[in-house]
């Protein structure tokens, strides 16, 4: 074992060195454009995406490198790109863990997992179809992308445990990659379903008076986005990762019981769950984050004694890495905006953009091209923070509607290049132990399609509908 890890590491050296210099390089060519601080931001941006986007080492050591860099360097204040671990997405993610370890130490993920296994069917084709078909109806339901993560994931474990696929075993990262993608990719063209999603909705009403319908936004993109995209999910995981069917399913006498269908602790554990889940569910409401309510469950659930997880949770069962990735992408996103390189970005690409007069699926073409720029540099909830506010600007510029020009931005944030963009993935790979390189391969590829095969279709839908 310590030969092989030797023997990776060695592997490993030489490619990081070679990203460290071409970042660093690039970072000297910045300054030619751009300020020094902004140059410097330049180069550790593509040094941590290209790290994270080949796997050469963990997913936690760029985050920590970046947090060194950028405190030693004093690019920005320690309070700036720290801020991911107070920020509440960091805590929904830890929530999010703690609720998956409270779920598999019960056992709770295994009855649900029997009851749920009669849809999804015998036949690994069957189940990954239906897993995808499910985590998209649960977007209707589930206001939240890592809520549903959450919830889904657990489960699935106890499904792919059950119908007999090892760790490790391809027809497993099949039917955990079904559950991720298939709640999160899709669920852009339903609008309260992820966090991107209302931040555009509450940007554009504050700046523009305009209140998106559920209907018009439905109608608009979930044709293309949400049903063909599933659709697309389900053909590449099929096609990356096929396996034989299950090798032992379960019989149905486990559900022919006598015994009650959850015990004492499980039914308080759903209890916990379910009113969690009210709270974030209502938090227009109360204004209470949903990280923060995370924390209070967690209260409960860590309670000594309580029997909703083992004495050594935290020190044994948590796996730290990817809360560290989290802190270090949502650390990045602060440190990008303080410096103002996103602006000037954004800023030199509307000027280098070929917009021309009347051409408007050219214009929109390359004002989504701008926004999937935005996202890849940042995440995807900084396209709506960053591109709504240009709006105006840009419907000037490229003789667009400021509706299309915000439309549009749903077509960029609901095309993922890297996990690194997306906590509800980073939530998935923690809870289901998917590989980060396997997770970073279906977002390559989804991305290649539905930049060169849904989008165009998107926009084609567009000028059938009248947008265009």
Request: charged share 10%; glycine share 8%; net charge neutral.
């Amino acid at each position: 074992m310590s030969v092989e890890q030797n023997k990776t590491e060695a592997n490993s050296f030489w490619p990081v060195l070679g990203i460290t210099l071409v970042s660093a390089l690039i970072a000297v060519i910045g300054t030619l454009f751009l300020p020094s601080i902004q140059a410097a931001m330049l180069g550790i941006l593509i040094l941590c995406a290209a790290l994270w986007a080949t796997s050469y080492v963990p997913e936690y050591w760029p985050a920590v490198a970046l947090f060194g860099l950028i405190t030693v360097t004093q690019i920005a204040p320690g309070n700036v790109v720290l801020s991911g671990f107070t920020s509440s997405t960091f805590w929904l993610l830890f929530s999010g863990m703690v609720f998956g370890a409270a779920i598999q130490f019960t056992g709770l993920n295994h009855k649900v997992a029997r009851l749920l296994i009669q849809i999804l069917g015998r036949r690994y084709r069957s189940v990954i179809i239906r897993t995808v078909m499910f985590g998209l109806f649960l977007a209707f339901l589930i206001p939240s992308g890592i809520g549903r993560v959450v919830l889904l994931i657990p489960i699935v474990v106890a499904i792919a445990d059950q119908l007999g696929y090892q760790e490790g075993s391809k027809g497993r990262y099949g039917i955990l990659l079904a559950a991720a993608f298939g709640t999160f990719l899709p669920s852009f063209s339903i609008l309260p379903a992820n966090a991107p999603n209302m931040l555009l909705s509450g940007i554009n009403e504050a700046l523009y008076g305009n209140t998106l319908s559920y209907w018009d936004y439905l109608v608009l993109h979930f044709p293309v986005l949400g049903l063909v995209k599933a659709l697309v999910v389900i053909i590449v995981i099929l096609w990356l990762f096929p396996a034989q069917d299950p090798s032992h399913p379960v019989k149905q006498r486990q559900l022919n019981t006598s015994e009650p269908i959850f015990n004492a602790k499980e039914k308080q554990l759903l209890l916990v769950l379910i009113a969690c889940f009210c709270a974030w569910f209502t938090d227009s409401l109360h204004h209470i984050s949903p990280g923060w309510i995370g924390l209070v469950a967690c209260s409960v659930l860590l309670w000594p004694n309580g029997g909703f997880t083992s004495k050594q949770c935290l020190s044994k069962d948590l796996n730290y890495g990817p809360l560290f990735f989290a802190a270090g992408i949502i650390g990045l996103g602060a440190t990008i905006a303080f410096t103002g390189l996103g602006d000037s970005m954004v800023n030199a690409l509307t000027h280098i953009a070929p917009f021309k007069e009347g051409t408007h699926v050219l214009n929109l073409a390359l004002v989504t091209a701008i926004s999937l720029l935005v996202g890849i540099i940042a995440n995807l909830s900084s396209i709506p923070a960053i591109i709504t506010p240009l709006a105006a600007d840009l419907a000037d510029i490229t003789g667009l509607s400021s509706d299309a020009i915000v439309m549009s931005e749903v077509m960029a944030f609901s095309t993922v290049l890297l996990p690194y963009q997306a906590p509800p993935l980073i939530t998935a790979m923690a809870l289901g132990k998917l590989p980060l390189s396997i997770v970073s391969k279906v977002c390559l590829i989804t991305f290649a399609i539905t930049l060169f095969v849904l989008l165009p279709l998107n926009i084609l839908w567009w000028q059938i509908v009248g947008m265009l």
